[in-house]
């Protein structure tokens, strides 16, 4: 079992739905990190967290350090929000592991 | 500010070379992380480096070496190449720690035939 758990693995939906990407790890944490990445693959980082909630835009990141779990919100989705979200959550070893990744396609 | 800049972006190797990949992070930037994205395994991290230092490293084999230079810019070697090693690699700068948001590069995409 991966120590990092991305779902769904893909998701397309129709311009305007709210997205929720879920990831799920089972190892002791000192951060997440939600990236993007775009065809061609470059990778964007979108938030870093430790605890609680963090807003950008339309995007909101969220994360439960007990239940081991966070999720990866959009709102208002846009077809320029198509691409994949990765999940990465650094160990105490201070490495990073990385989810599967999610591919969103969003269409207008 | 000029972002993280990878040399060269696309490269194509035969089994048995081998391969130096440079990496520049963001002026100011002390820590490098280098990355291996393949379909396959996806991404995983190979080292990271701290004033010219290995601090981290990942499940690879000595076959992948790096090294960081007084200036920060690292580079990543790959001998004698396997098949499987074909992938796109990822470096990311970030200020004083990996622990501090990274910023990524464009990423050099090694075939190897």
């Known amino acids: 079992k991966n120590e990092v758990e991305q779902s769904p693995q893909n998701l397309t939906a129709q311009e305007g739905e709210f997205i929720t990407i879920n990831c799920s790890y089972s190892?002791?944490?000192?951060?997440l990190h939600w990236l993007q990445q775009h065809p061609g693959g470059g990778i964007v980082s979108l938030f870093m967290?430790?605890?609680g909630k963090k807003k950008h835009g339309r995007l909101i990141a969220t994360i439960n350090i007990q239940e081991k779990h966070s999720s990866l919100h959009i709102t208002a989705s846009h077809p320029r929000d198509s691409a994949v979200y990765i999940c990465?959550?650094?160990?105490?070893?201070?490495?990073?592991?990385f989810g599967q990744g999610t591919r969103l396609t969003i269409n207008p | 500010k000029a972002g993280v800049t990878q040399t060269p972006r696309y490269l194509i190797k035969t089994r048995g070379q081998q391969v130096t990949l440079s990496c520049s992070p963001i002026?100011?930037?002390?820590?490098v992380s280098w990355y291996q994205q393949t379909p396959g395994q996806g991404l995983q991290f190979l080292f990271e480096?701290?004033?010219?230092?290995?601090?981290n490293k990942g499940n690879f084999p000595g076959r992948f070496s790096g090294r960081q230079f007084s200036n920060s810019r690292s580079e990543m070697n790959v001998s004698t190449l396997e098949l499987g090693d074909s992938a796109l690699y990822l470096c990311?700068?970030?200020?004083?720690?990996?622990?501090?948001?990274?910023?990524f590069g464009p990423g050099t995409r090694l075939t190897v035939l």
């Open positions: 002026s100011g930037h002390r820590s």
């Open positions: 190892v002791g944490i000192s951060a």
């Open positions: 480096y701290f004033s010219e230092t290995q601090r």
């Open positions: 990465a959550v650094r160990t105490g070893a201070q490495k990073l592991v």
């Open positions: 990311a700068s970030s200020l004083a720690s990996s622990q501090n948001e990274q910023f």
């Open positions: 967290l430790s605890s």
